[in-house]
């Protein structure tokens, strides 16, 4: 089968949605699928908008003889008005809503008309959450197109899982501080200015902070992390890493004790699969997907947005507590094996696409 991918920028941009596309096209073309990528270049929101008029975008898609595109519901402003004029099966395949993100209301309004005239023009969706596909519904009043539920996986690493003595060599027989990681690009959505108030609240012996993700993407917002840093007087216990390896991501998973990432909205967070391959208990938030990996209390917990006490409560009892931070990093693991896989999880999409491939395009929902 021919299929295409639609995106904005570059396939291998280090977030977890170009991770999971990338994952995607992989596993398709290794199973014989022809895959051809199309991107669209990265632009502010009111100028993607012109792209649902251009010619050029058009006999792109026209030129590619697909059977089935992907659209990656990132790129939605170039789309709306746009799969009006296609000849094909088209499905979405949603990582972030734009009208759940936090936006200023006259912005919003924007965003969630056009965000759902999109949602209206395709024939199918790929959810890579149930969480995901609830906030679909809603935009949507619930008259949702065919769909397929598709949880991103955290087996990308090669390296075994931790044996049970790693583990407690790891938590019980390590002295000093508690070695957090957060994993994820420096954008305020990601929450370390919570992190690190709640690190303000804690004596600066009691624990070791390792950031790994990109600084560029927000320079605003990395500028007044930095100045927080310097504030709070954390120097010595906060490192800015920056982007890293998947050889260098899996040793600063294995070298830590607790993953923590309280963020503003996570749709879905492979992060939090992702620590757990390596015994890590995980800290998230309320706020979107996070409640779908995370049982509180069990393998690692959930706080409300922009709760620093909480967070600060949480990591003080982890260090004081190691029998505790054992127990959750079993339970970890534990939760890791009962994940599906990024295999388990292109299947199912591949499954779901030659479903749709075949079926006779309906009409347009408009």
């Known amino acids: 089968m ?213 600084l560029d993407m927000e320079p605003r917002y990395v500028r007044e992390v930095q100045a927080l840093i310097d504030t709070l007087q954390l120097q010595d216990r906060v490192h800015l890493l920056g982007p890293q390896s998947e050889p260098e991501l899996a040793e600063l998973y294995r070298s830590h004790q607790v993953m923590a990432l309280p963020s503003a909205y996570e749709s879905y967070g492979i992060v939090y699969v992702e620590a757990q391959q390596f015994g890590l208990p995980v800290i998230g938030t309320t706020a979107g997907a996070a409640k779908e990996i995370i049982r509180p209390g069990w393998n690692g917990f959930l706080i409300d947005p922009d709760d620093s006490k909480r967070l600060a409560e949480l990591l003080q009892t982890l260090h004081r507590n190691r029998g505790l931070l054992l127990e959750l990093s079993r339970n970890a693991l534990t939760a890791f094996a009962g994940h599906p896989g990024w295999d388990d999880s292109c299947r199912t999409i591949r499954e779901y696409l030659y479903a749709r491939a075949e079926q006779t395009l309906p009409p347009a929902q408009w």
């Not at 809503?97 to 209206?120: A, G």
Request: net charge positive; glycine share 6%; with cysteine.
């Open 2 to 214: 021919r299929i295409g991918l639609l995106i904005v920028g570059d396939l291998n941009s280090l977030s977890g949605g170009y991770l999971y596309n990338r994952k995607l096209v992989a596993y398709l073309q290794r199973h014989g699928e022809h895959v051809a990528i199309i991107s669209l270049p990265p632009r502010p929101y009111w100028r993607q908008l012109t792209a649902n008029f251009s010619r050029k975008l058009l006999e792109q898609i026209a030129a590619a003889e697909l059977d089935i595109l992907i659209q990656d519901e990132m790129a939605h402003p170039s789309l709306f008005y746009l799969n009006r004029r296609l000849g094909i099966p088209v499905v979405t395949l949603i990582h972030l809503l734009t009208s759940f993100d936090s936006y200023p209301w006259y912005s919003n309004w924007l965003y969630r008309r056009v965000e759902t005239q999109y949602l209206r023009s395709v024939q199918g969706l790929i959810a890579n959450s149930l969480t995901t596909l609830e906030q679909t519904r809603t935009l949507l009043a619930n008259r949702l197109p065919p769909y397929c539920v598709a949880v991103p996986a955290g087996d990308r690493f090669a390296e075994e899982r931790p044996a049970d003595a790693d583990i407690i060599r790891r938590v019980l027989r390590q002295p000093g501080p508690l070695k957090i990681a957060l994993v994820g690009n420096v954008i305020r959505r990601k929450g370390l200015h919570v992190l690190l108030r709640a690190l303000a609240e804690l004596p600066t012996e009691d624990f070791q902070v390792t950031v790994a993700g990109r």
